[in-house]
């Protein structure tokens, strides 16, 4: 059984749509993370949450914002979505009272998104 | 500015070759350093981490990297490679105390029969 799951796994879409990537998790982890994928630029930080009140921006917050609904489920949304937000998405969590400040982070199988 | 640099974007290898994929980071404070894999259609796998001790860390799928703090440097090396080892590999970067990862580029691995 997976411990992190997104849902869609993939999703086409047109310019200007707002669509919606969710992650739920198992794991009991506080923290879940979203990032995106680009080939030639590894993977970068959109938004974090520590918990259900505490959400941050990452590196590259523009044209998205979350919402953290219960513990184990934080969702990404793209309000007015855009051809260049066409990207490989992953949810993660990690969990630092466990095993001390490792930050050991866990993710999800990933939401290839195209926007047209 | 912290960094993670994996200078080879590409690696081709034939199957039972040895493998070492190289990473270098920038990092003011001791870091935590992940190597992940991604197969093709697939999630990020951890292989191993080093936190502390000792600098020769193994890990799953016959892995193993070694953290050489004068070099910053985390290679990951794998001693005969199989056809199932092509994948994308990431190395990250973390320290005491924060969220953040920082992510390497990727080297995508390539195996030849």
């Known amino acids: 059984d997976a411990d992190v799951t997104q849902t869609p796994r993939n999703r086409i879409t047109k310019t200007g749509k707002r669509i919606m990537l969710e992650c739920s998790q198992t794991k009991g982890h506080d923290r879940m993370?979203?990032?995106r994928q680009?080939?030639?630029l590894g993977l970068?930080?959109?938004?974090?949450?520590?918990?259900?009140?505490?959400?941050?921006?990452?590196e590259i917050s523009d044209g998205y914002s979350v919402s953290r609904q219960a513990q184990a489920k934080f969702s990404l949304s793209l309000e007015s979505a855009i051809p260049n937000q066409t990207a490989l998405y992953f949810?993660?969590?990690?969990?630092?009272?466990?095993?001390?400040n490792y930050n050991e982070q866990f993710f999800g199988p990933g939401t290839r998104l195209t926007v047209l | 500015?912290?960094?993670?640099?994996?200078?080879?974007?590409?690696?081709?290898?034939?199957?039972?070759?040895?493998?070492?994929?190289?990473?270098?980071?920038?990092?003011?404070?001791t870091p935590y350093l992940f190597w992940y894999v991604q197969s093709p259609g697939q999630g990020l796998q951890l292989l191993l981490k080093y936190f502390s001790g000792d600098t020769l860390v193994q890990g799953i799928k016959g892995f193993e990297a070694e953290f050489k703090r004068s070099q910053s440097?985390?290679?990951?090396?794998?001693?005969?490679?199989?056809?199932?080892?092509?994948?994308e590999y990431f190395c990250a970067v973390s320290?005491?105390?924060?969220?953040k990862y920082i992510f390497g580029t990727g080297t995508r691995l390539k195996v030849l029969a």
């Open chain 1, 33 to 35: 993370y979203w990032y």
């Open chain 1, 38 to 40: 680009d080939p030639g």
């Open chain 1, 44 to 58: 970068r930080l959109i938004y974090y949450s520590f918990d259900v009140k505490d959400i941050n921006k990452g």
């Open chain 1, 91 to 100: 949810c993660a969590t990690s969990d630092l009272s466990a095993g001390g």
């Open chain 2, 1 to 29: 500015a912290q960094s993670v640099t994996q200078p080879d974007i590409h690696i081709t290898v034939s199957e039972g070759a040895s493998l070492e994929l190289r990473c270098n980071y920038s990092y003011g404070a």
């Open chain 2, 73 to 87: 440097s985390f290679n990951l090396r794998k001693p005969s490679v199989h056809w199932s080892d092509a994948a």
């Open chain 2, 95 to 99: 320290t005491s105390g924060t969220y």
